[in-house]
T-cell receptor
Framework: SQTIHQWPATLVQPVGSPLSLECTVEGTSNPNLYWYRQAAGRGLQLLFYSVGIGQISSEVPQNLSASRPQDRQFILSSKKLLLSDSGFYLC?????????????FGPGTRLTVL | GEDVEQSLFLSVREGDSSVINCTYTDSSSTYLYWYKQEPGAGLQLLTYIFSNMDMKQDQRLTVLLNKKDKHLSLRIADTQTGDSAIYFC????????????FGQGTTLQVKP
């Protein structure tokens, strides 16, 4: 069966510090991978998605970047965090191709920027 | 682009039925999804319906799809306190990009 991991689970960082959040998927190959942010009391905002190693599409201009160094690894980064980067970050995967679009989510990382 | 709308809050009493509504704009969707998010957790796929169906029932859950009106609903029968969560409807983005467009989420509060 497939599983998706995110770490860390929670993170408190000062403004201006760097960020690295990691997401890994097990039990599948060539997944599409997604990073979402959920601000407090709000819906999901798609930040990045990837259809393959080194292939990243950015959905919104922002202070963040993403990388996919391996097939089942997706990393969200920032060089200098802003207060507005606080939120709940969710990674998700789906099978590539076909008509099935359901995405499967990780447990999330709660980021607080102070 | 695709737009998905949900009401933000619903409060029911334990044992009553809950109905969460969702409207969307794009008509080319294949599967449409409902996700559940419990406090502090990721999203869990709850159920889905294929666009050529009007209704799908799965134990206490009933999904209704009115394709003409582009309206999707999730009915939870005999709502329990454990059903308290945020419920998201999600619709595939047009153009088969593999992206899902999520509604804002409906917070369901179940009172004992």
């Amino acid at each position: 069966s497939q599983t998706i991991h995110q770490w860390p689970a929670t993170l408190v960082q000062p403004v201006g510090s760097p960020l690295s959040l990691e997401c890994t998927v097990e039990g599948t190959s060539n997944p599409n991978l997604y990073w979402y942010r959920q601000a407090a009391g709000r819906g999901l905002q798609l930040l990045f998605y990837s259809v393959g190693i080194g292939q990243i599409s950015s959905e919104v201009p922002q202070n963040l970047s993403a990388s996919r160094p391996q097939d089942r690894q997706f990393i969200l980064s920032s060089k200098k965090l802003l207060l507005s980067d606080s939120g709940f970050y969710l990674c998700a995967w789906r099978h590539r191709g076909g008509i099935y679009n359901e995405q499967f989510f990780g447990p999330g990382t709660r980021l607080t920027v102070l | 682009g695709e737009d998905v709308e949900q009401s933000l809050f619903l409060s029911v009493r334990e044992g009553d039925s809950s109905v969460i509504n969702c409207t969307y704009t794009d008509s080319s969707s294949t599967y449409l999804y409902w996700y559940k998010q419990e406090p502090g957790a990721g999203l869990q796929l709850l159920t889905y319906i294929f666009s050529n169906m009007d209704m799908k029932q799965d134990q206490r859950l009933t999904v209704l799809l009115n394709k003409k009106d582009k309206h999707l609903s999730l009915r939870i029968a005999d709502t329990q306190t454990g059903d308290s969560a945020i419920y998201f409807c999600a619709v595939p983005n047009s153009g088969n990009t593999g992206k899902l467009i999520f509604g804002q989420g409906t917070t369901l509060q179940v009172k004992p």
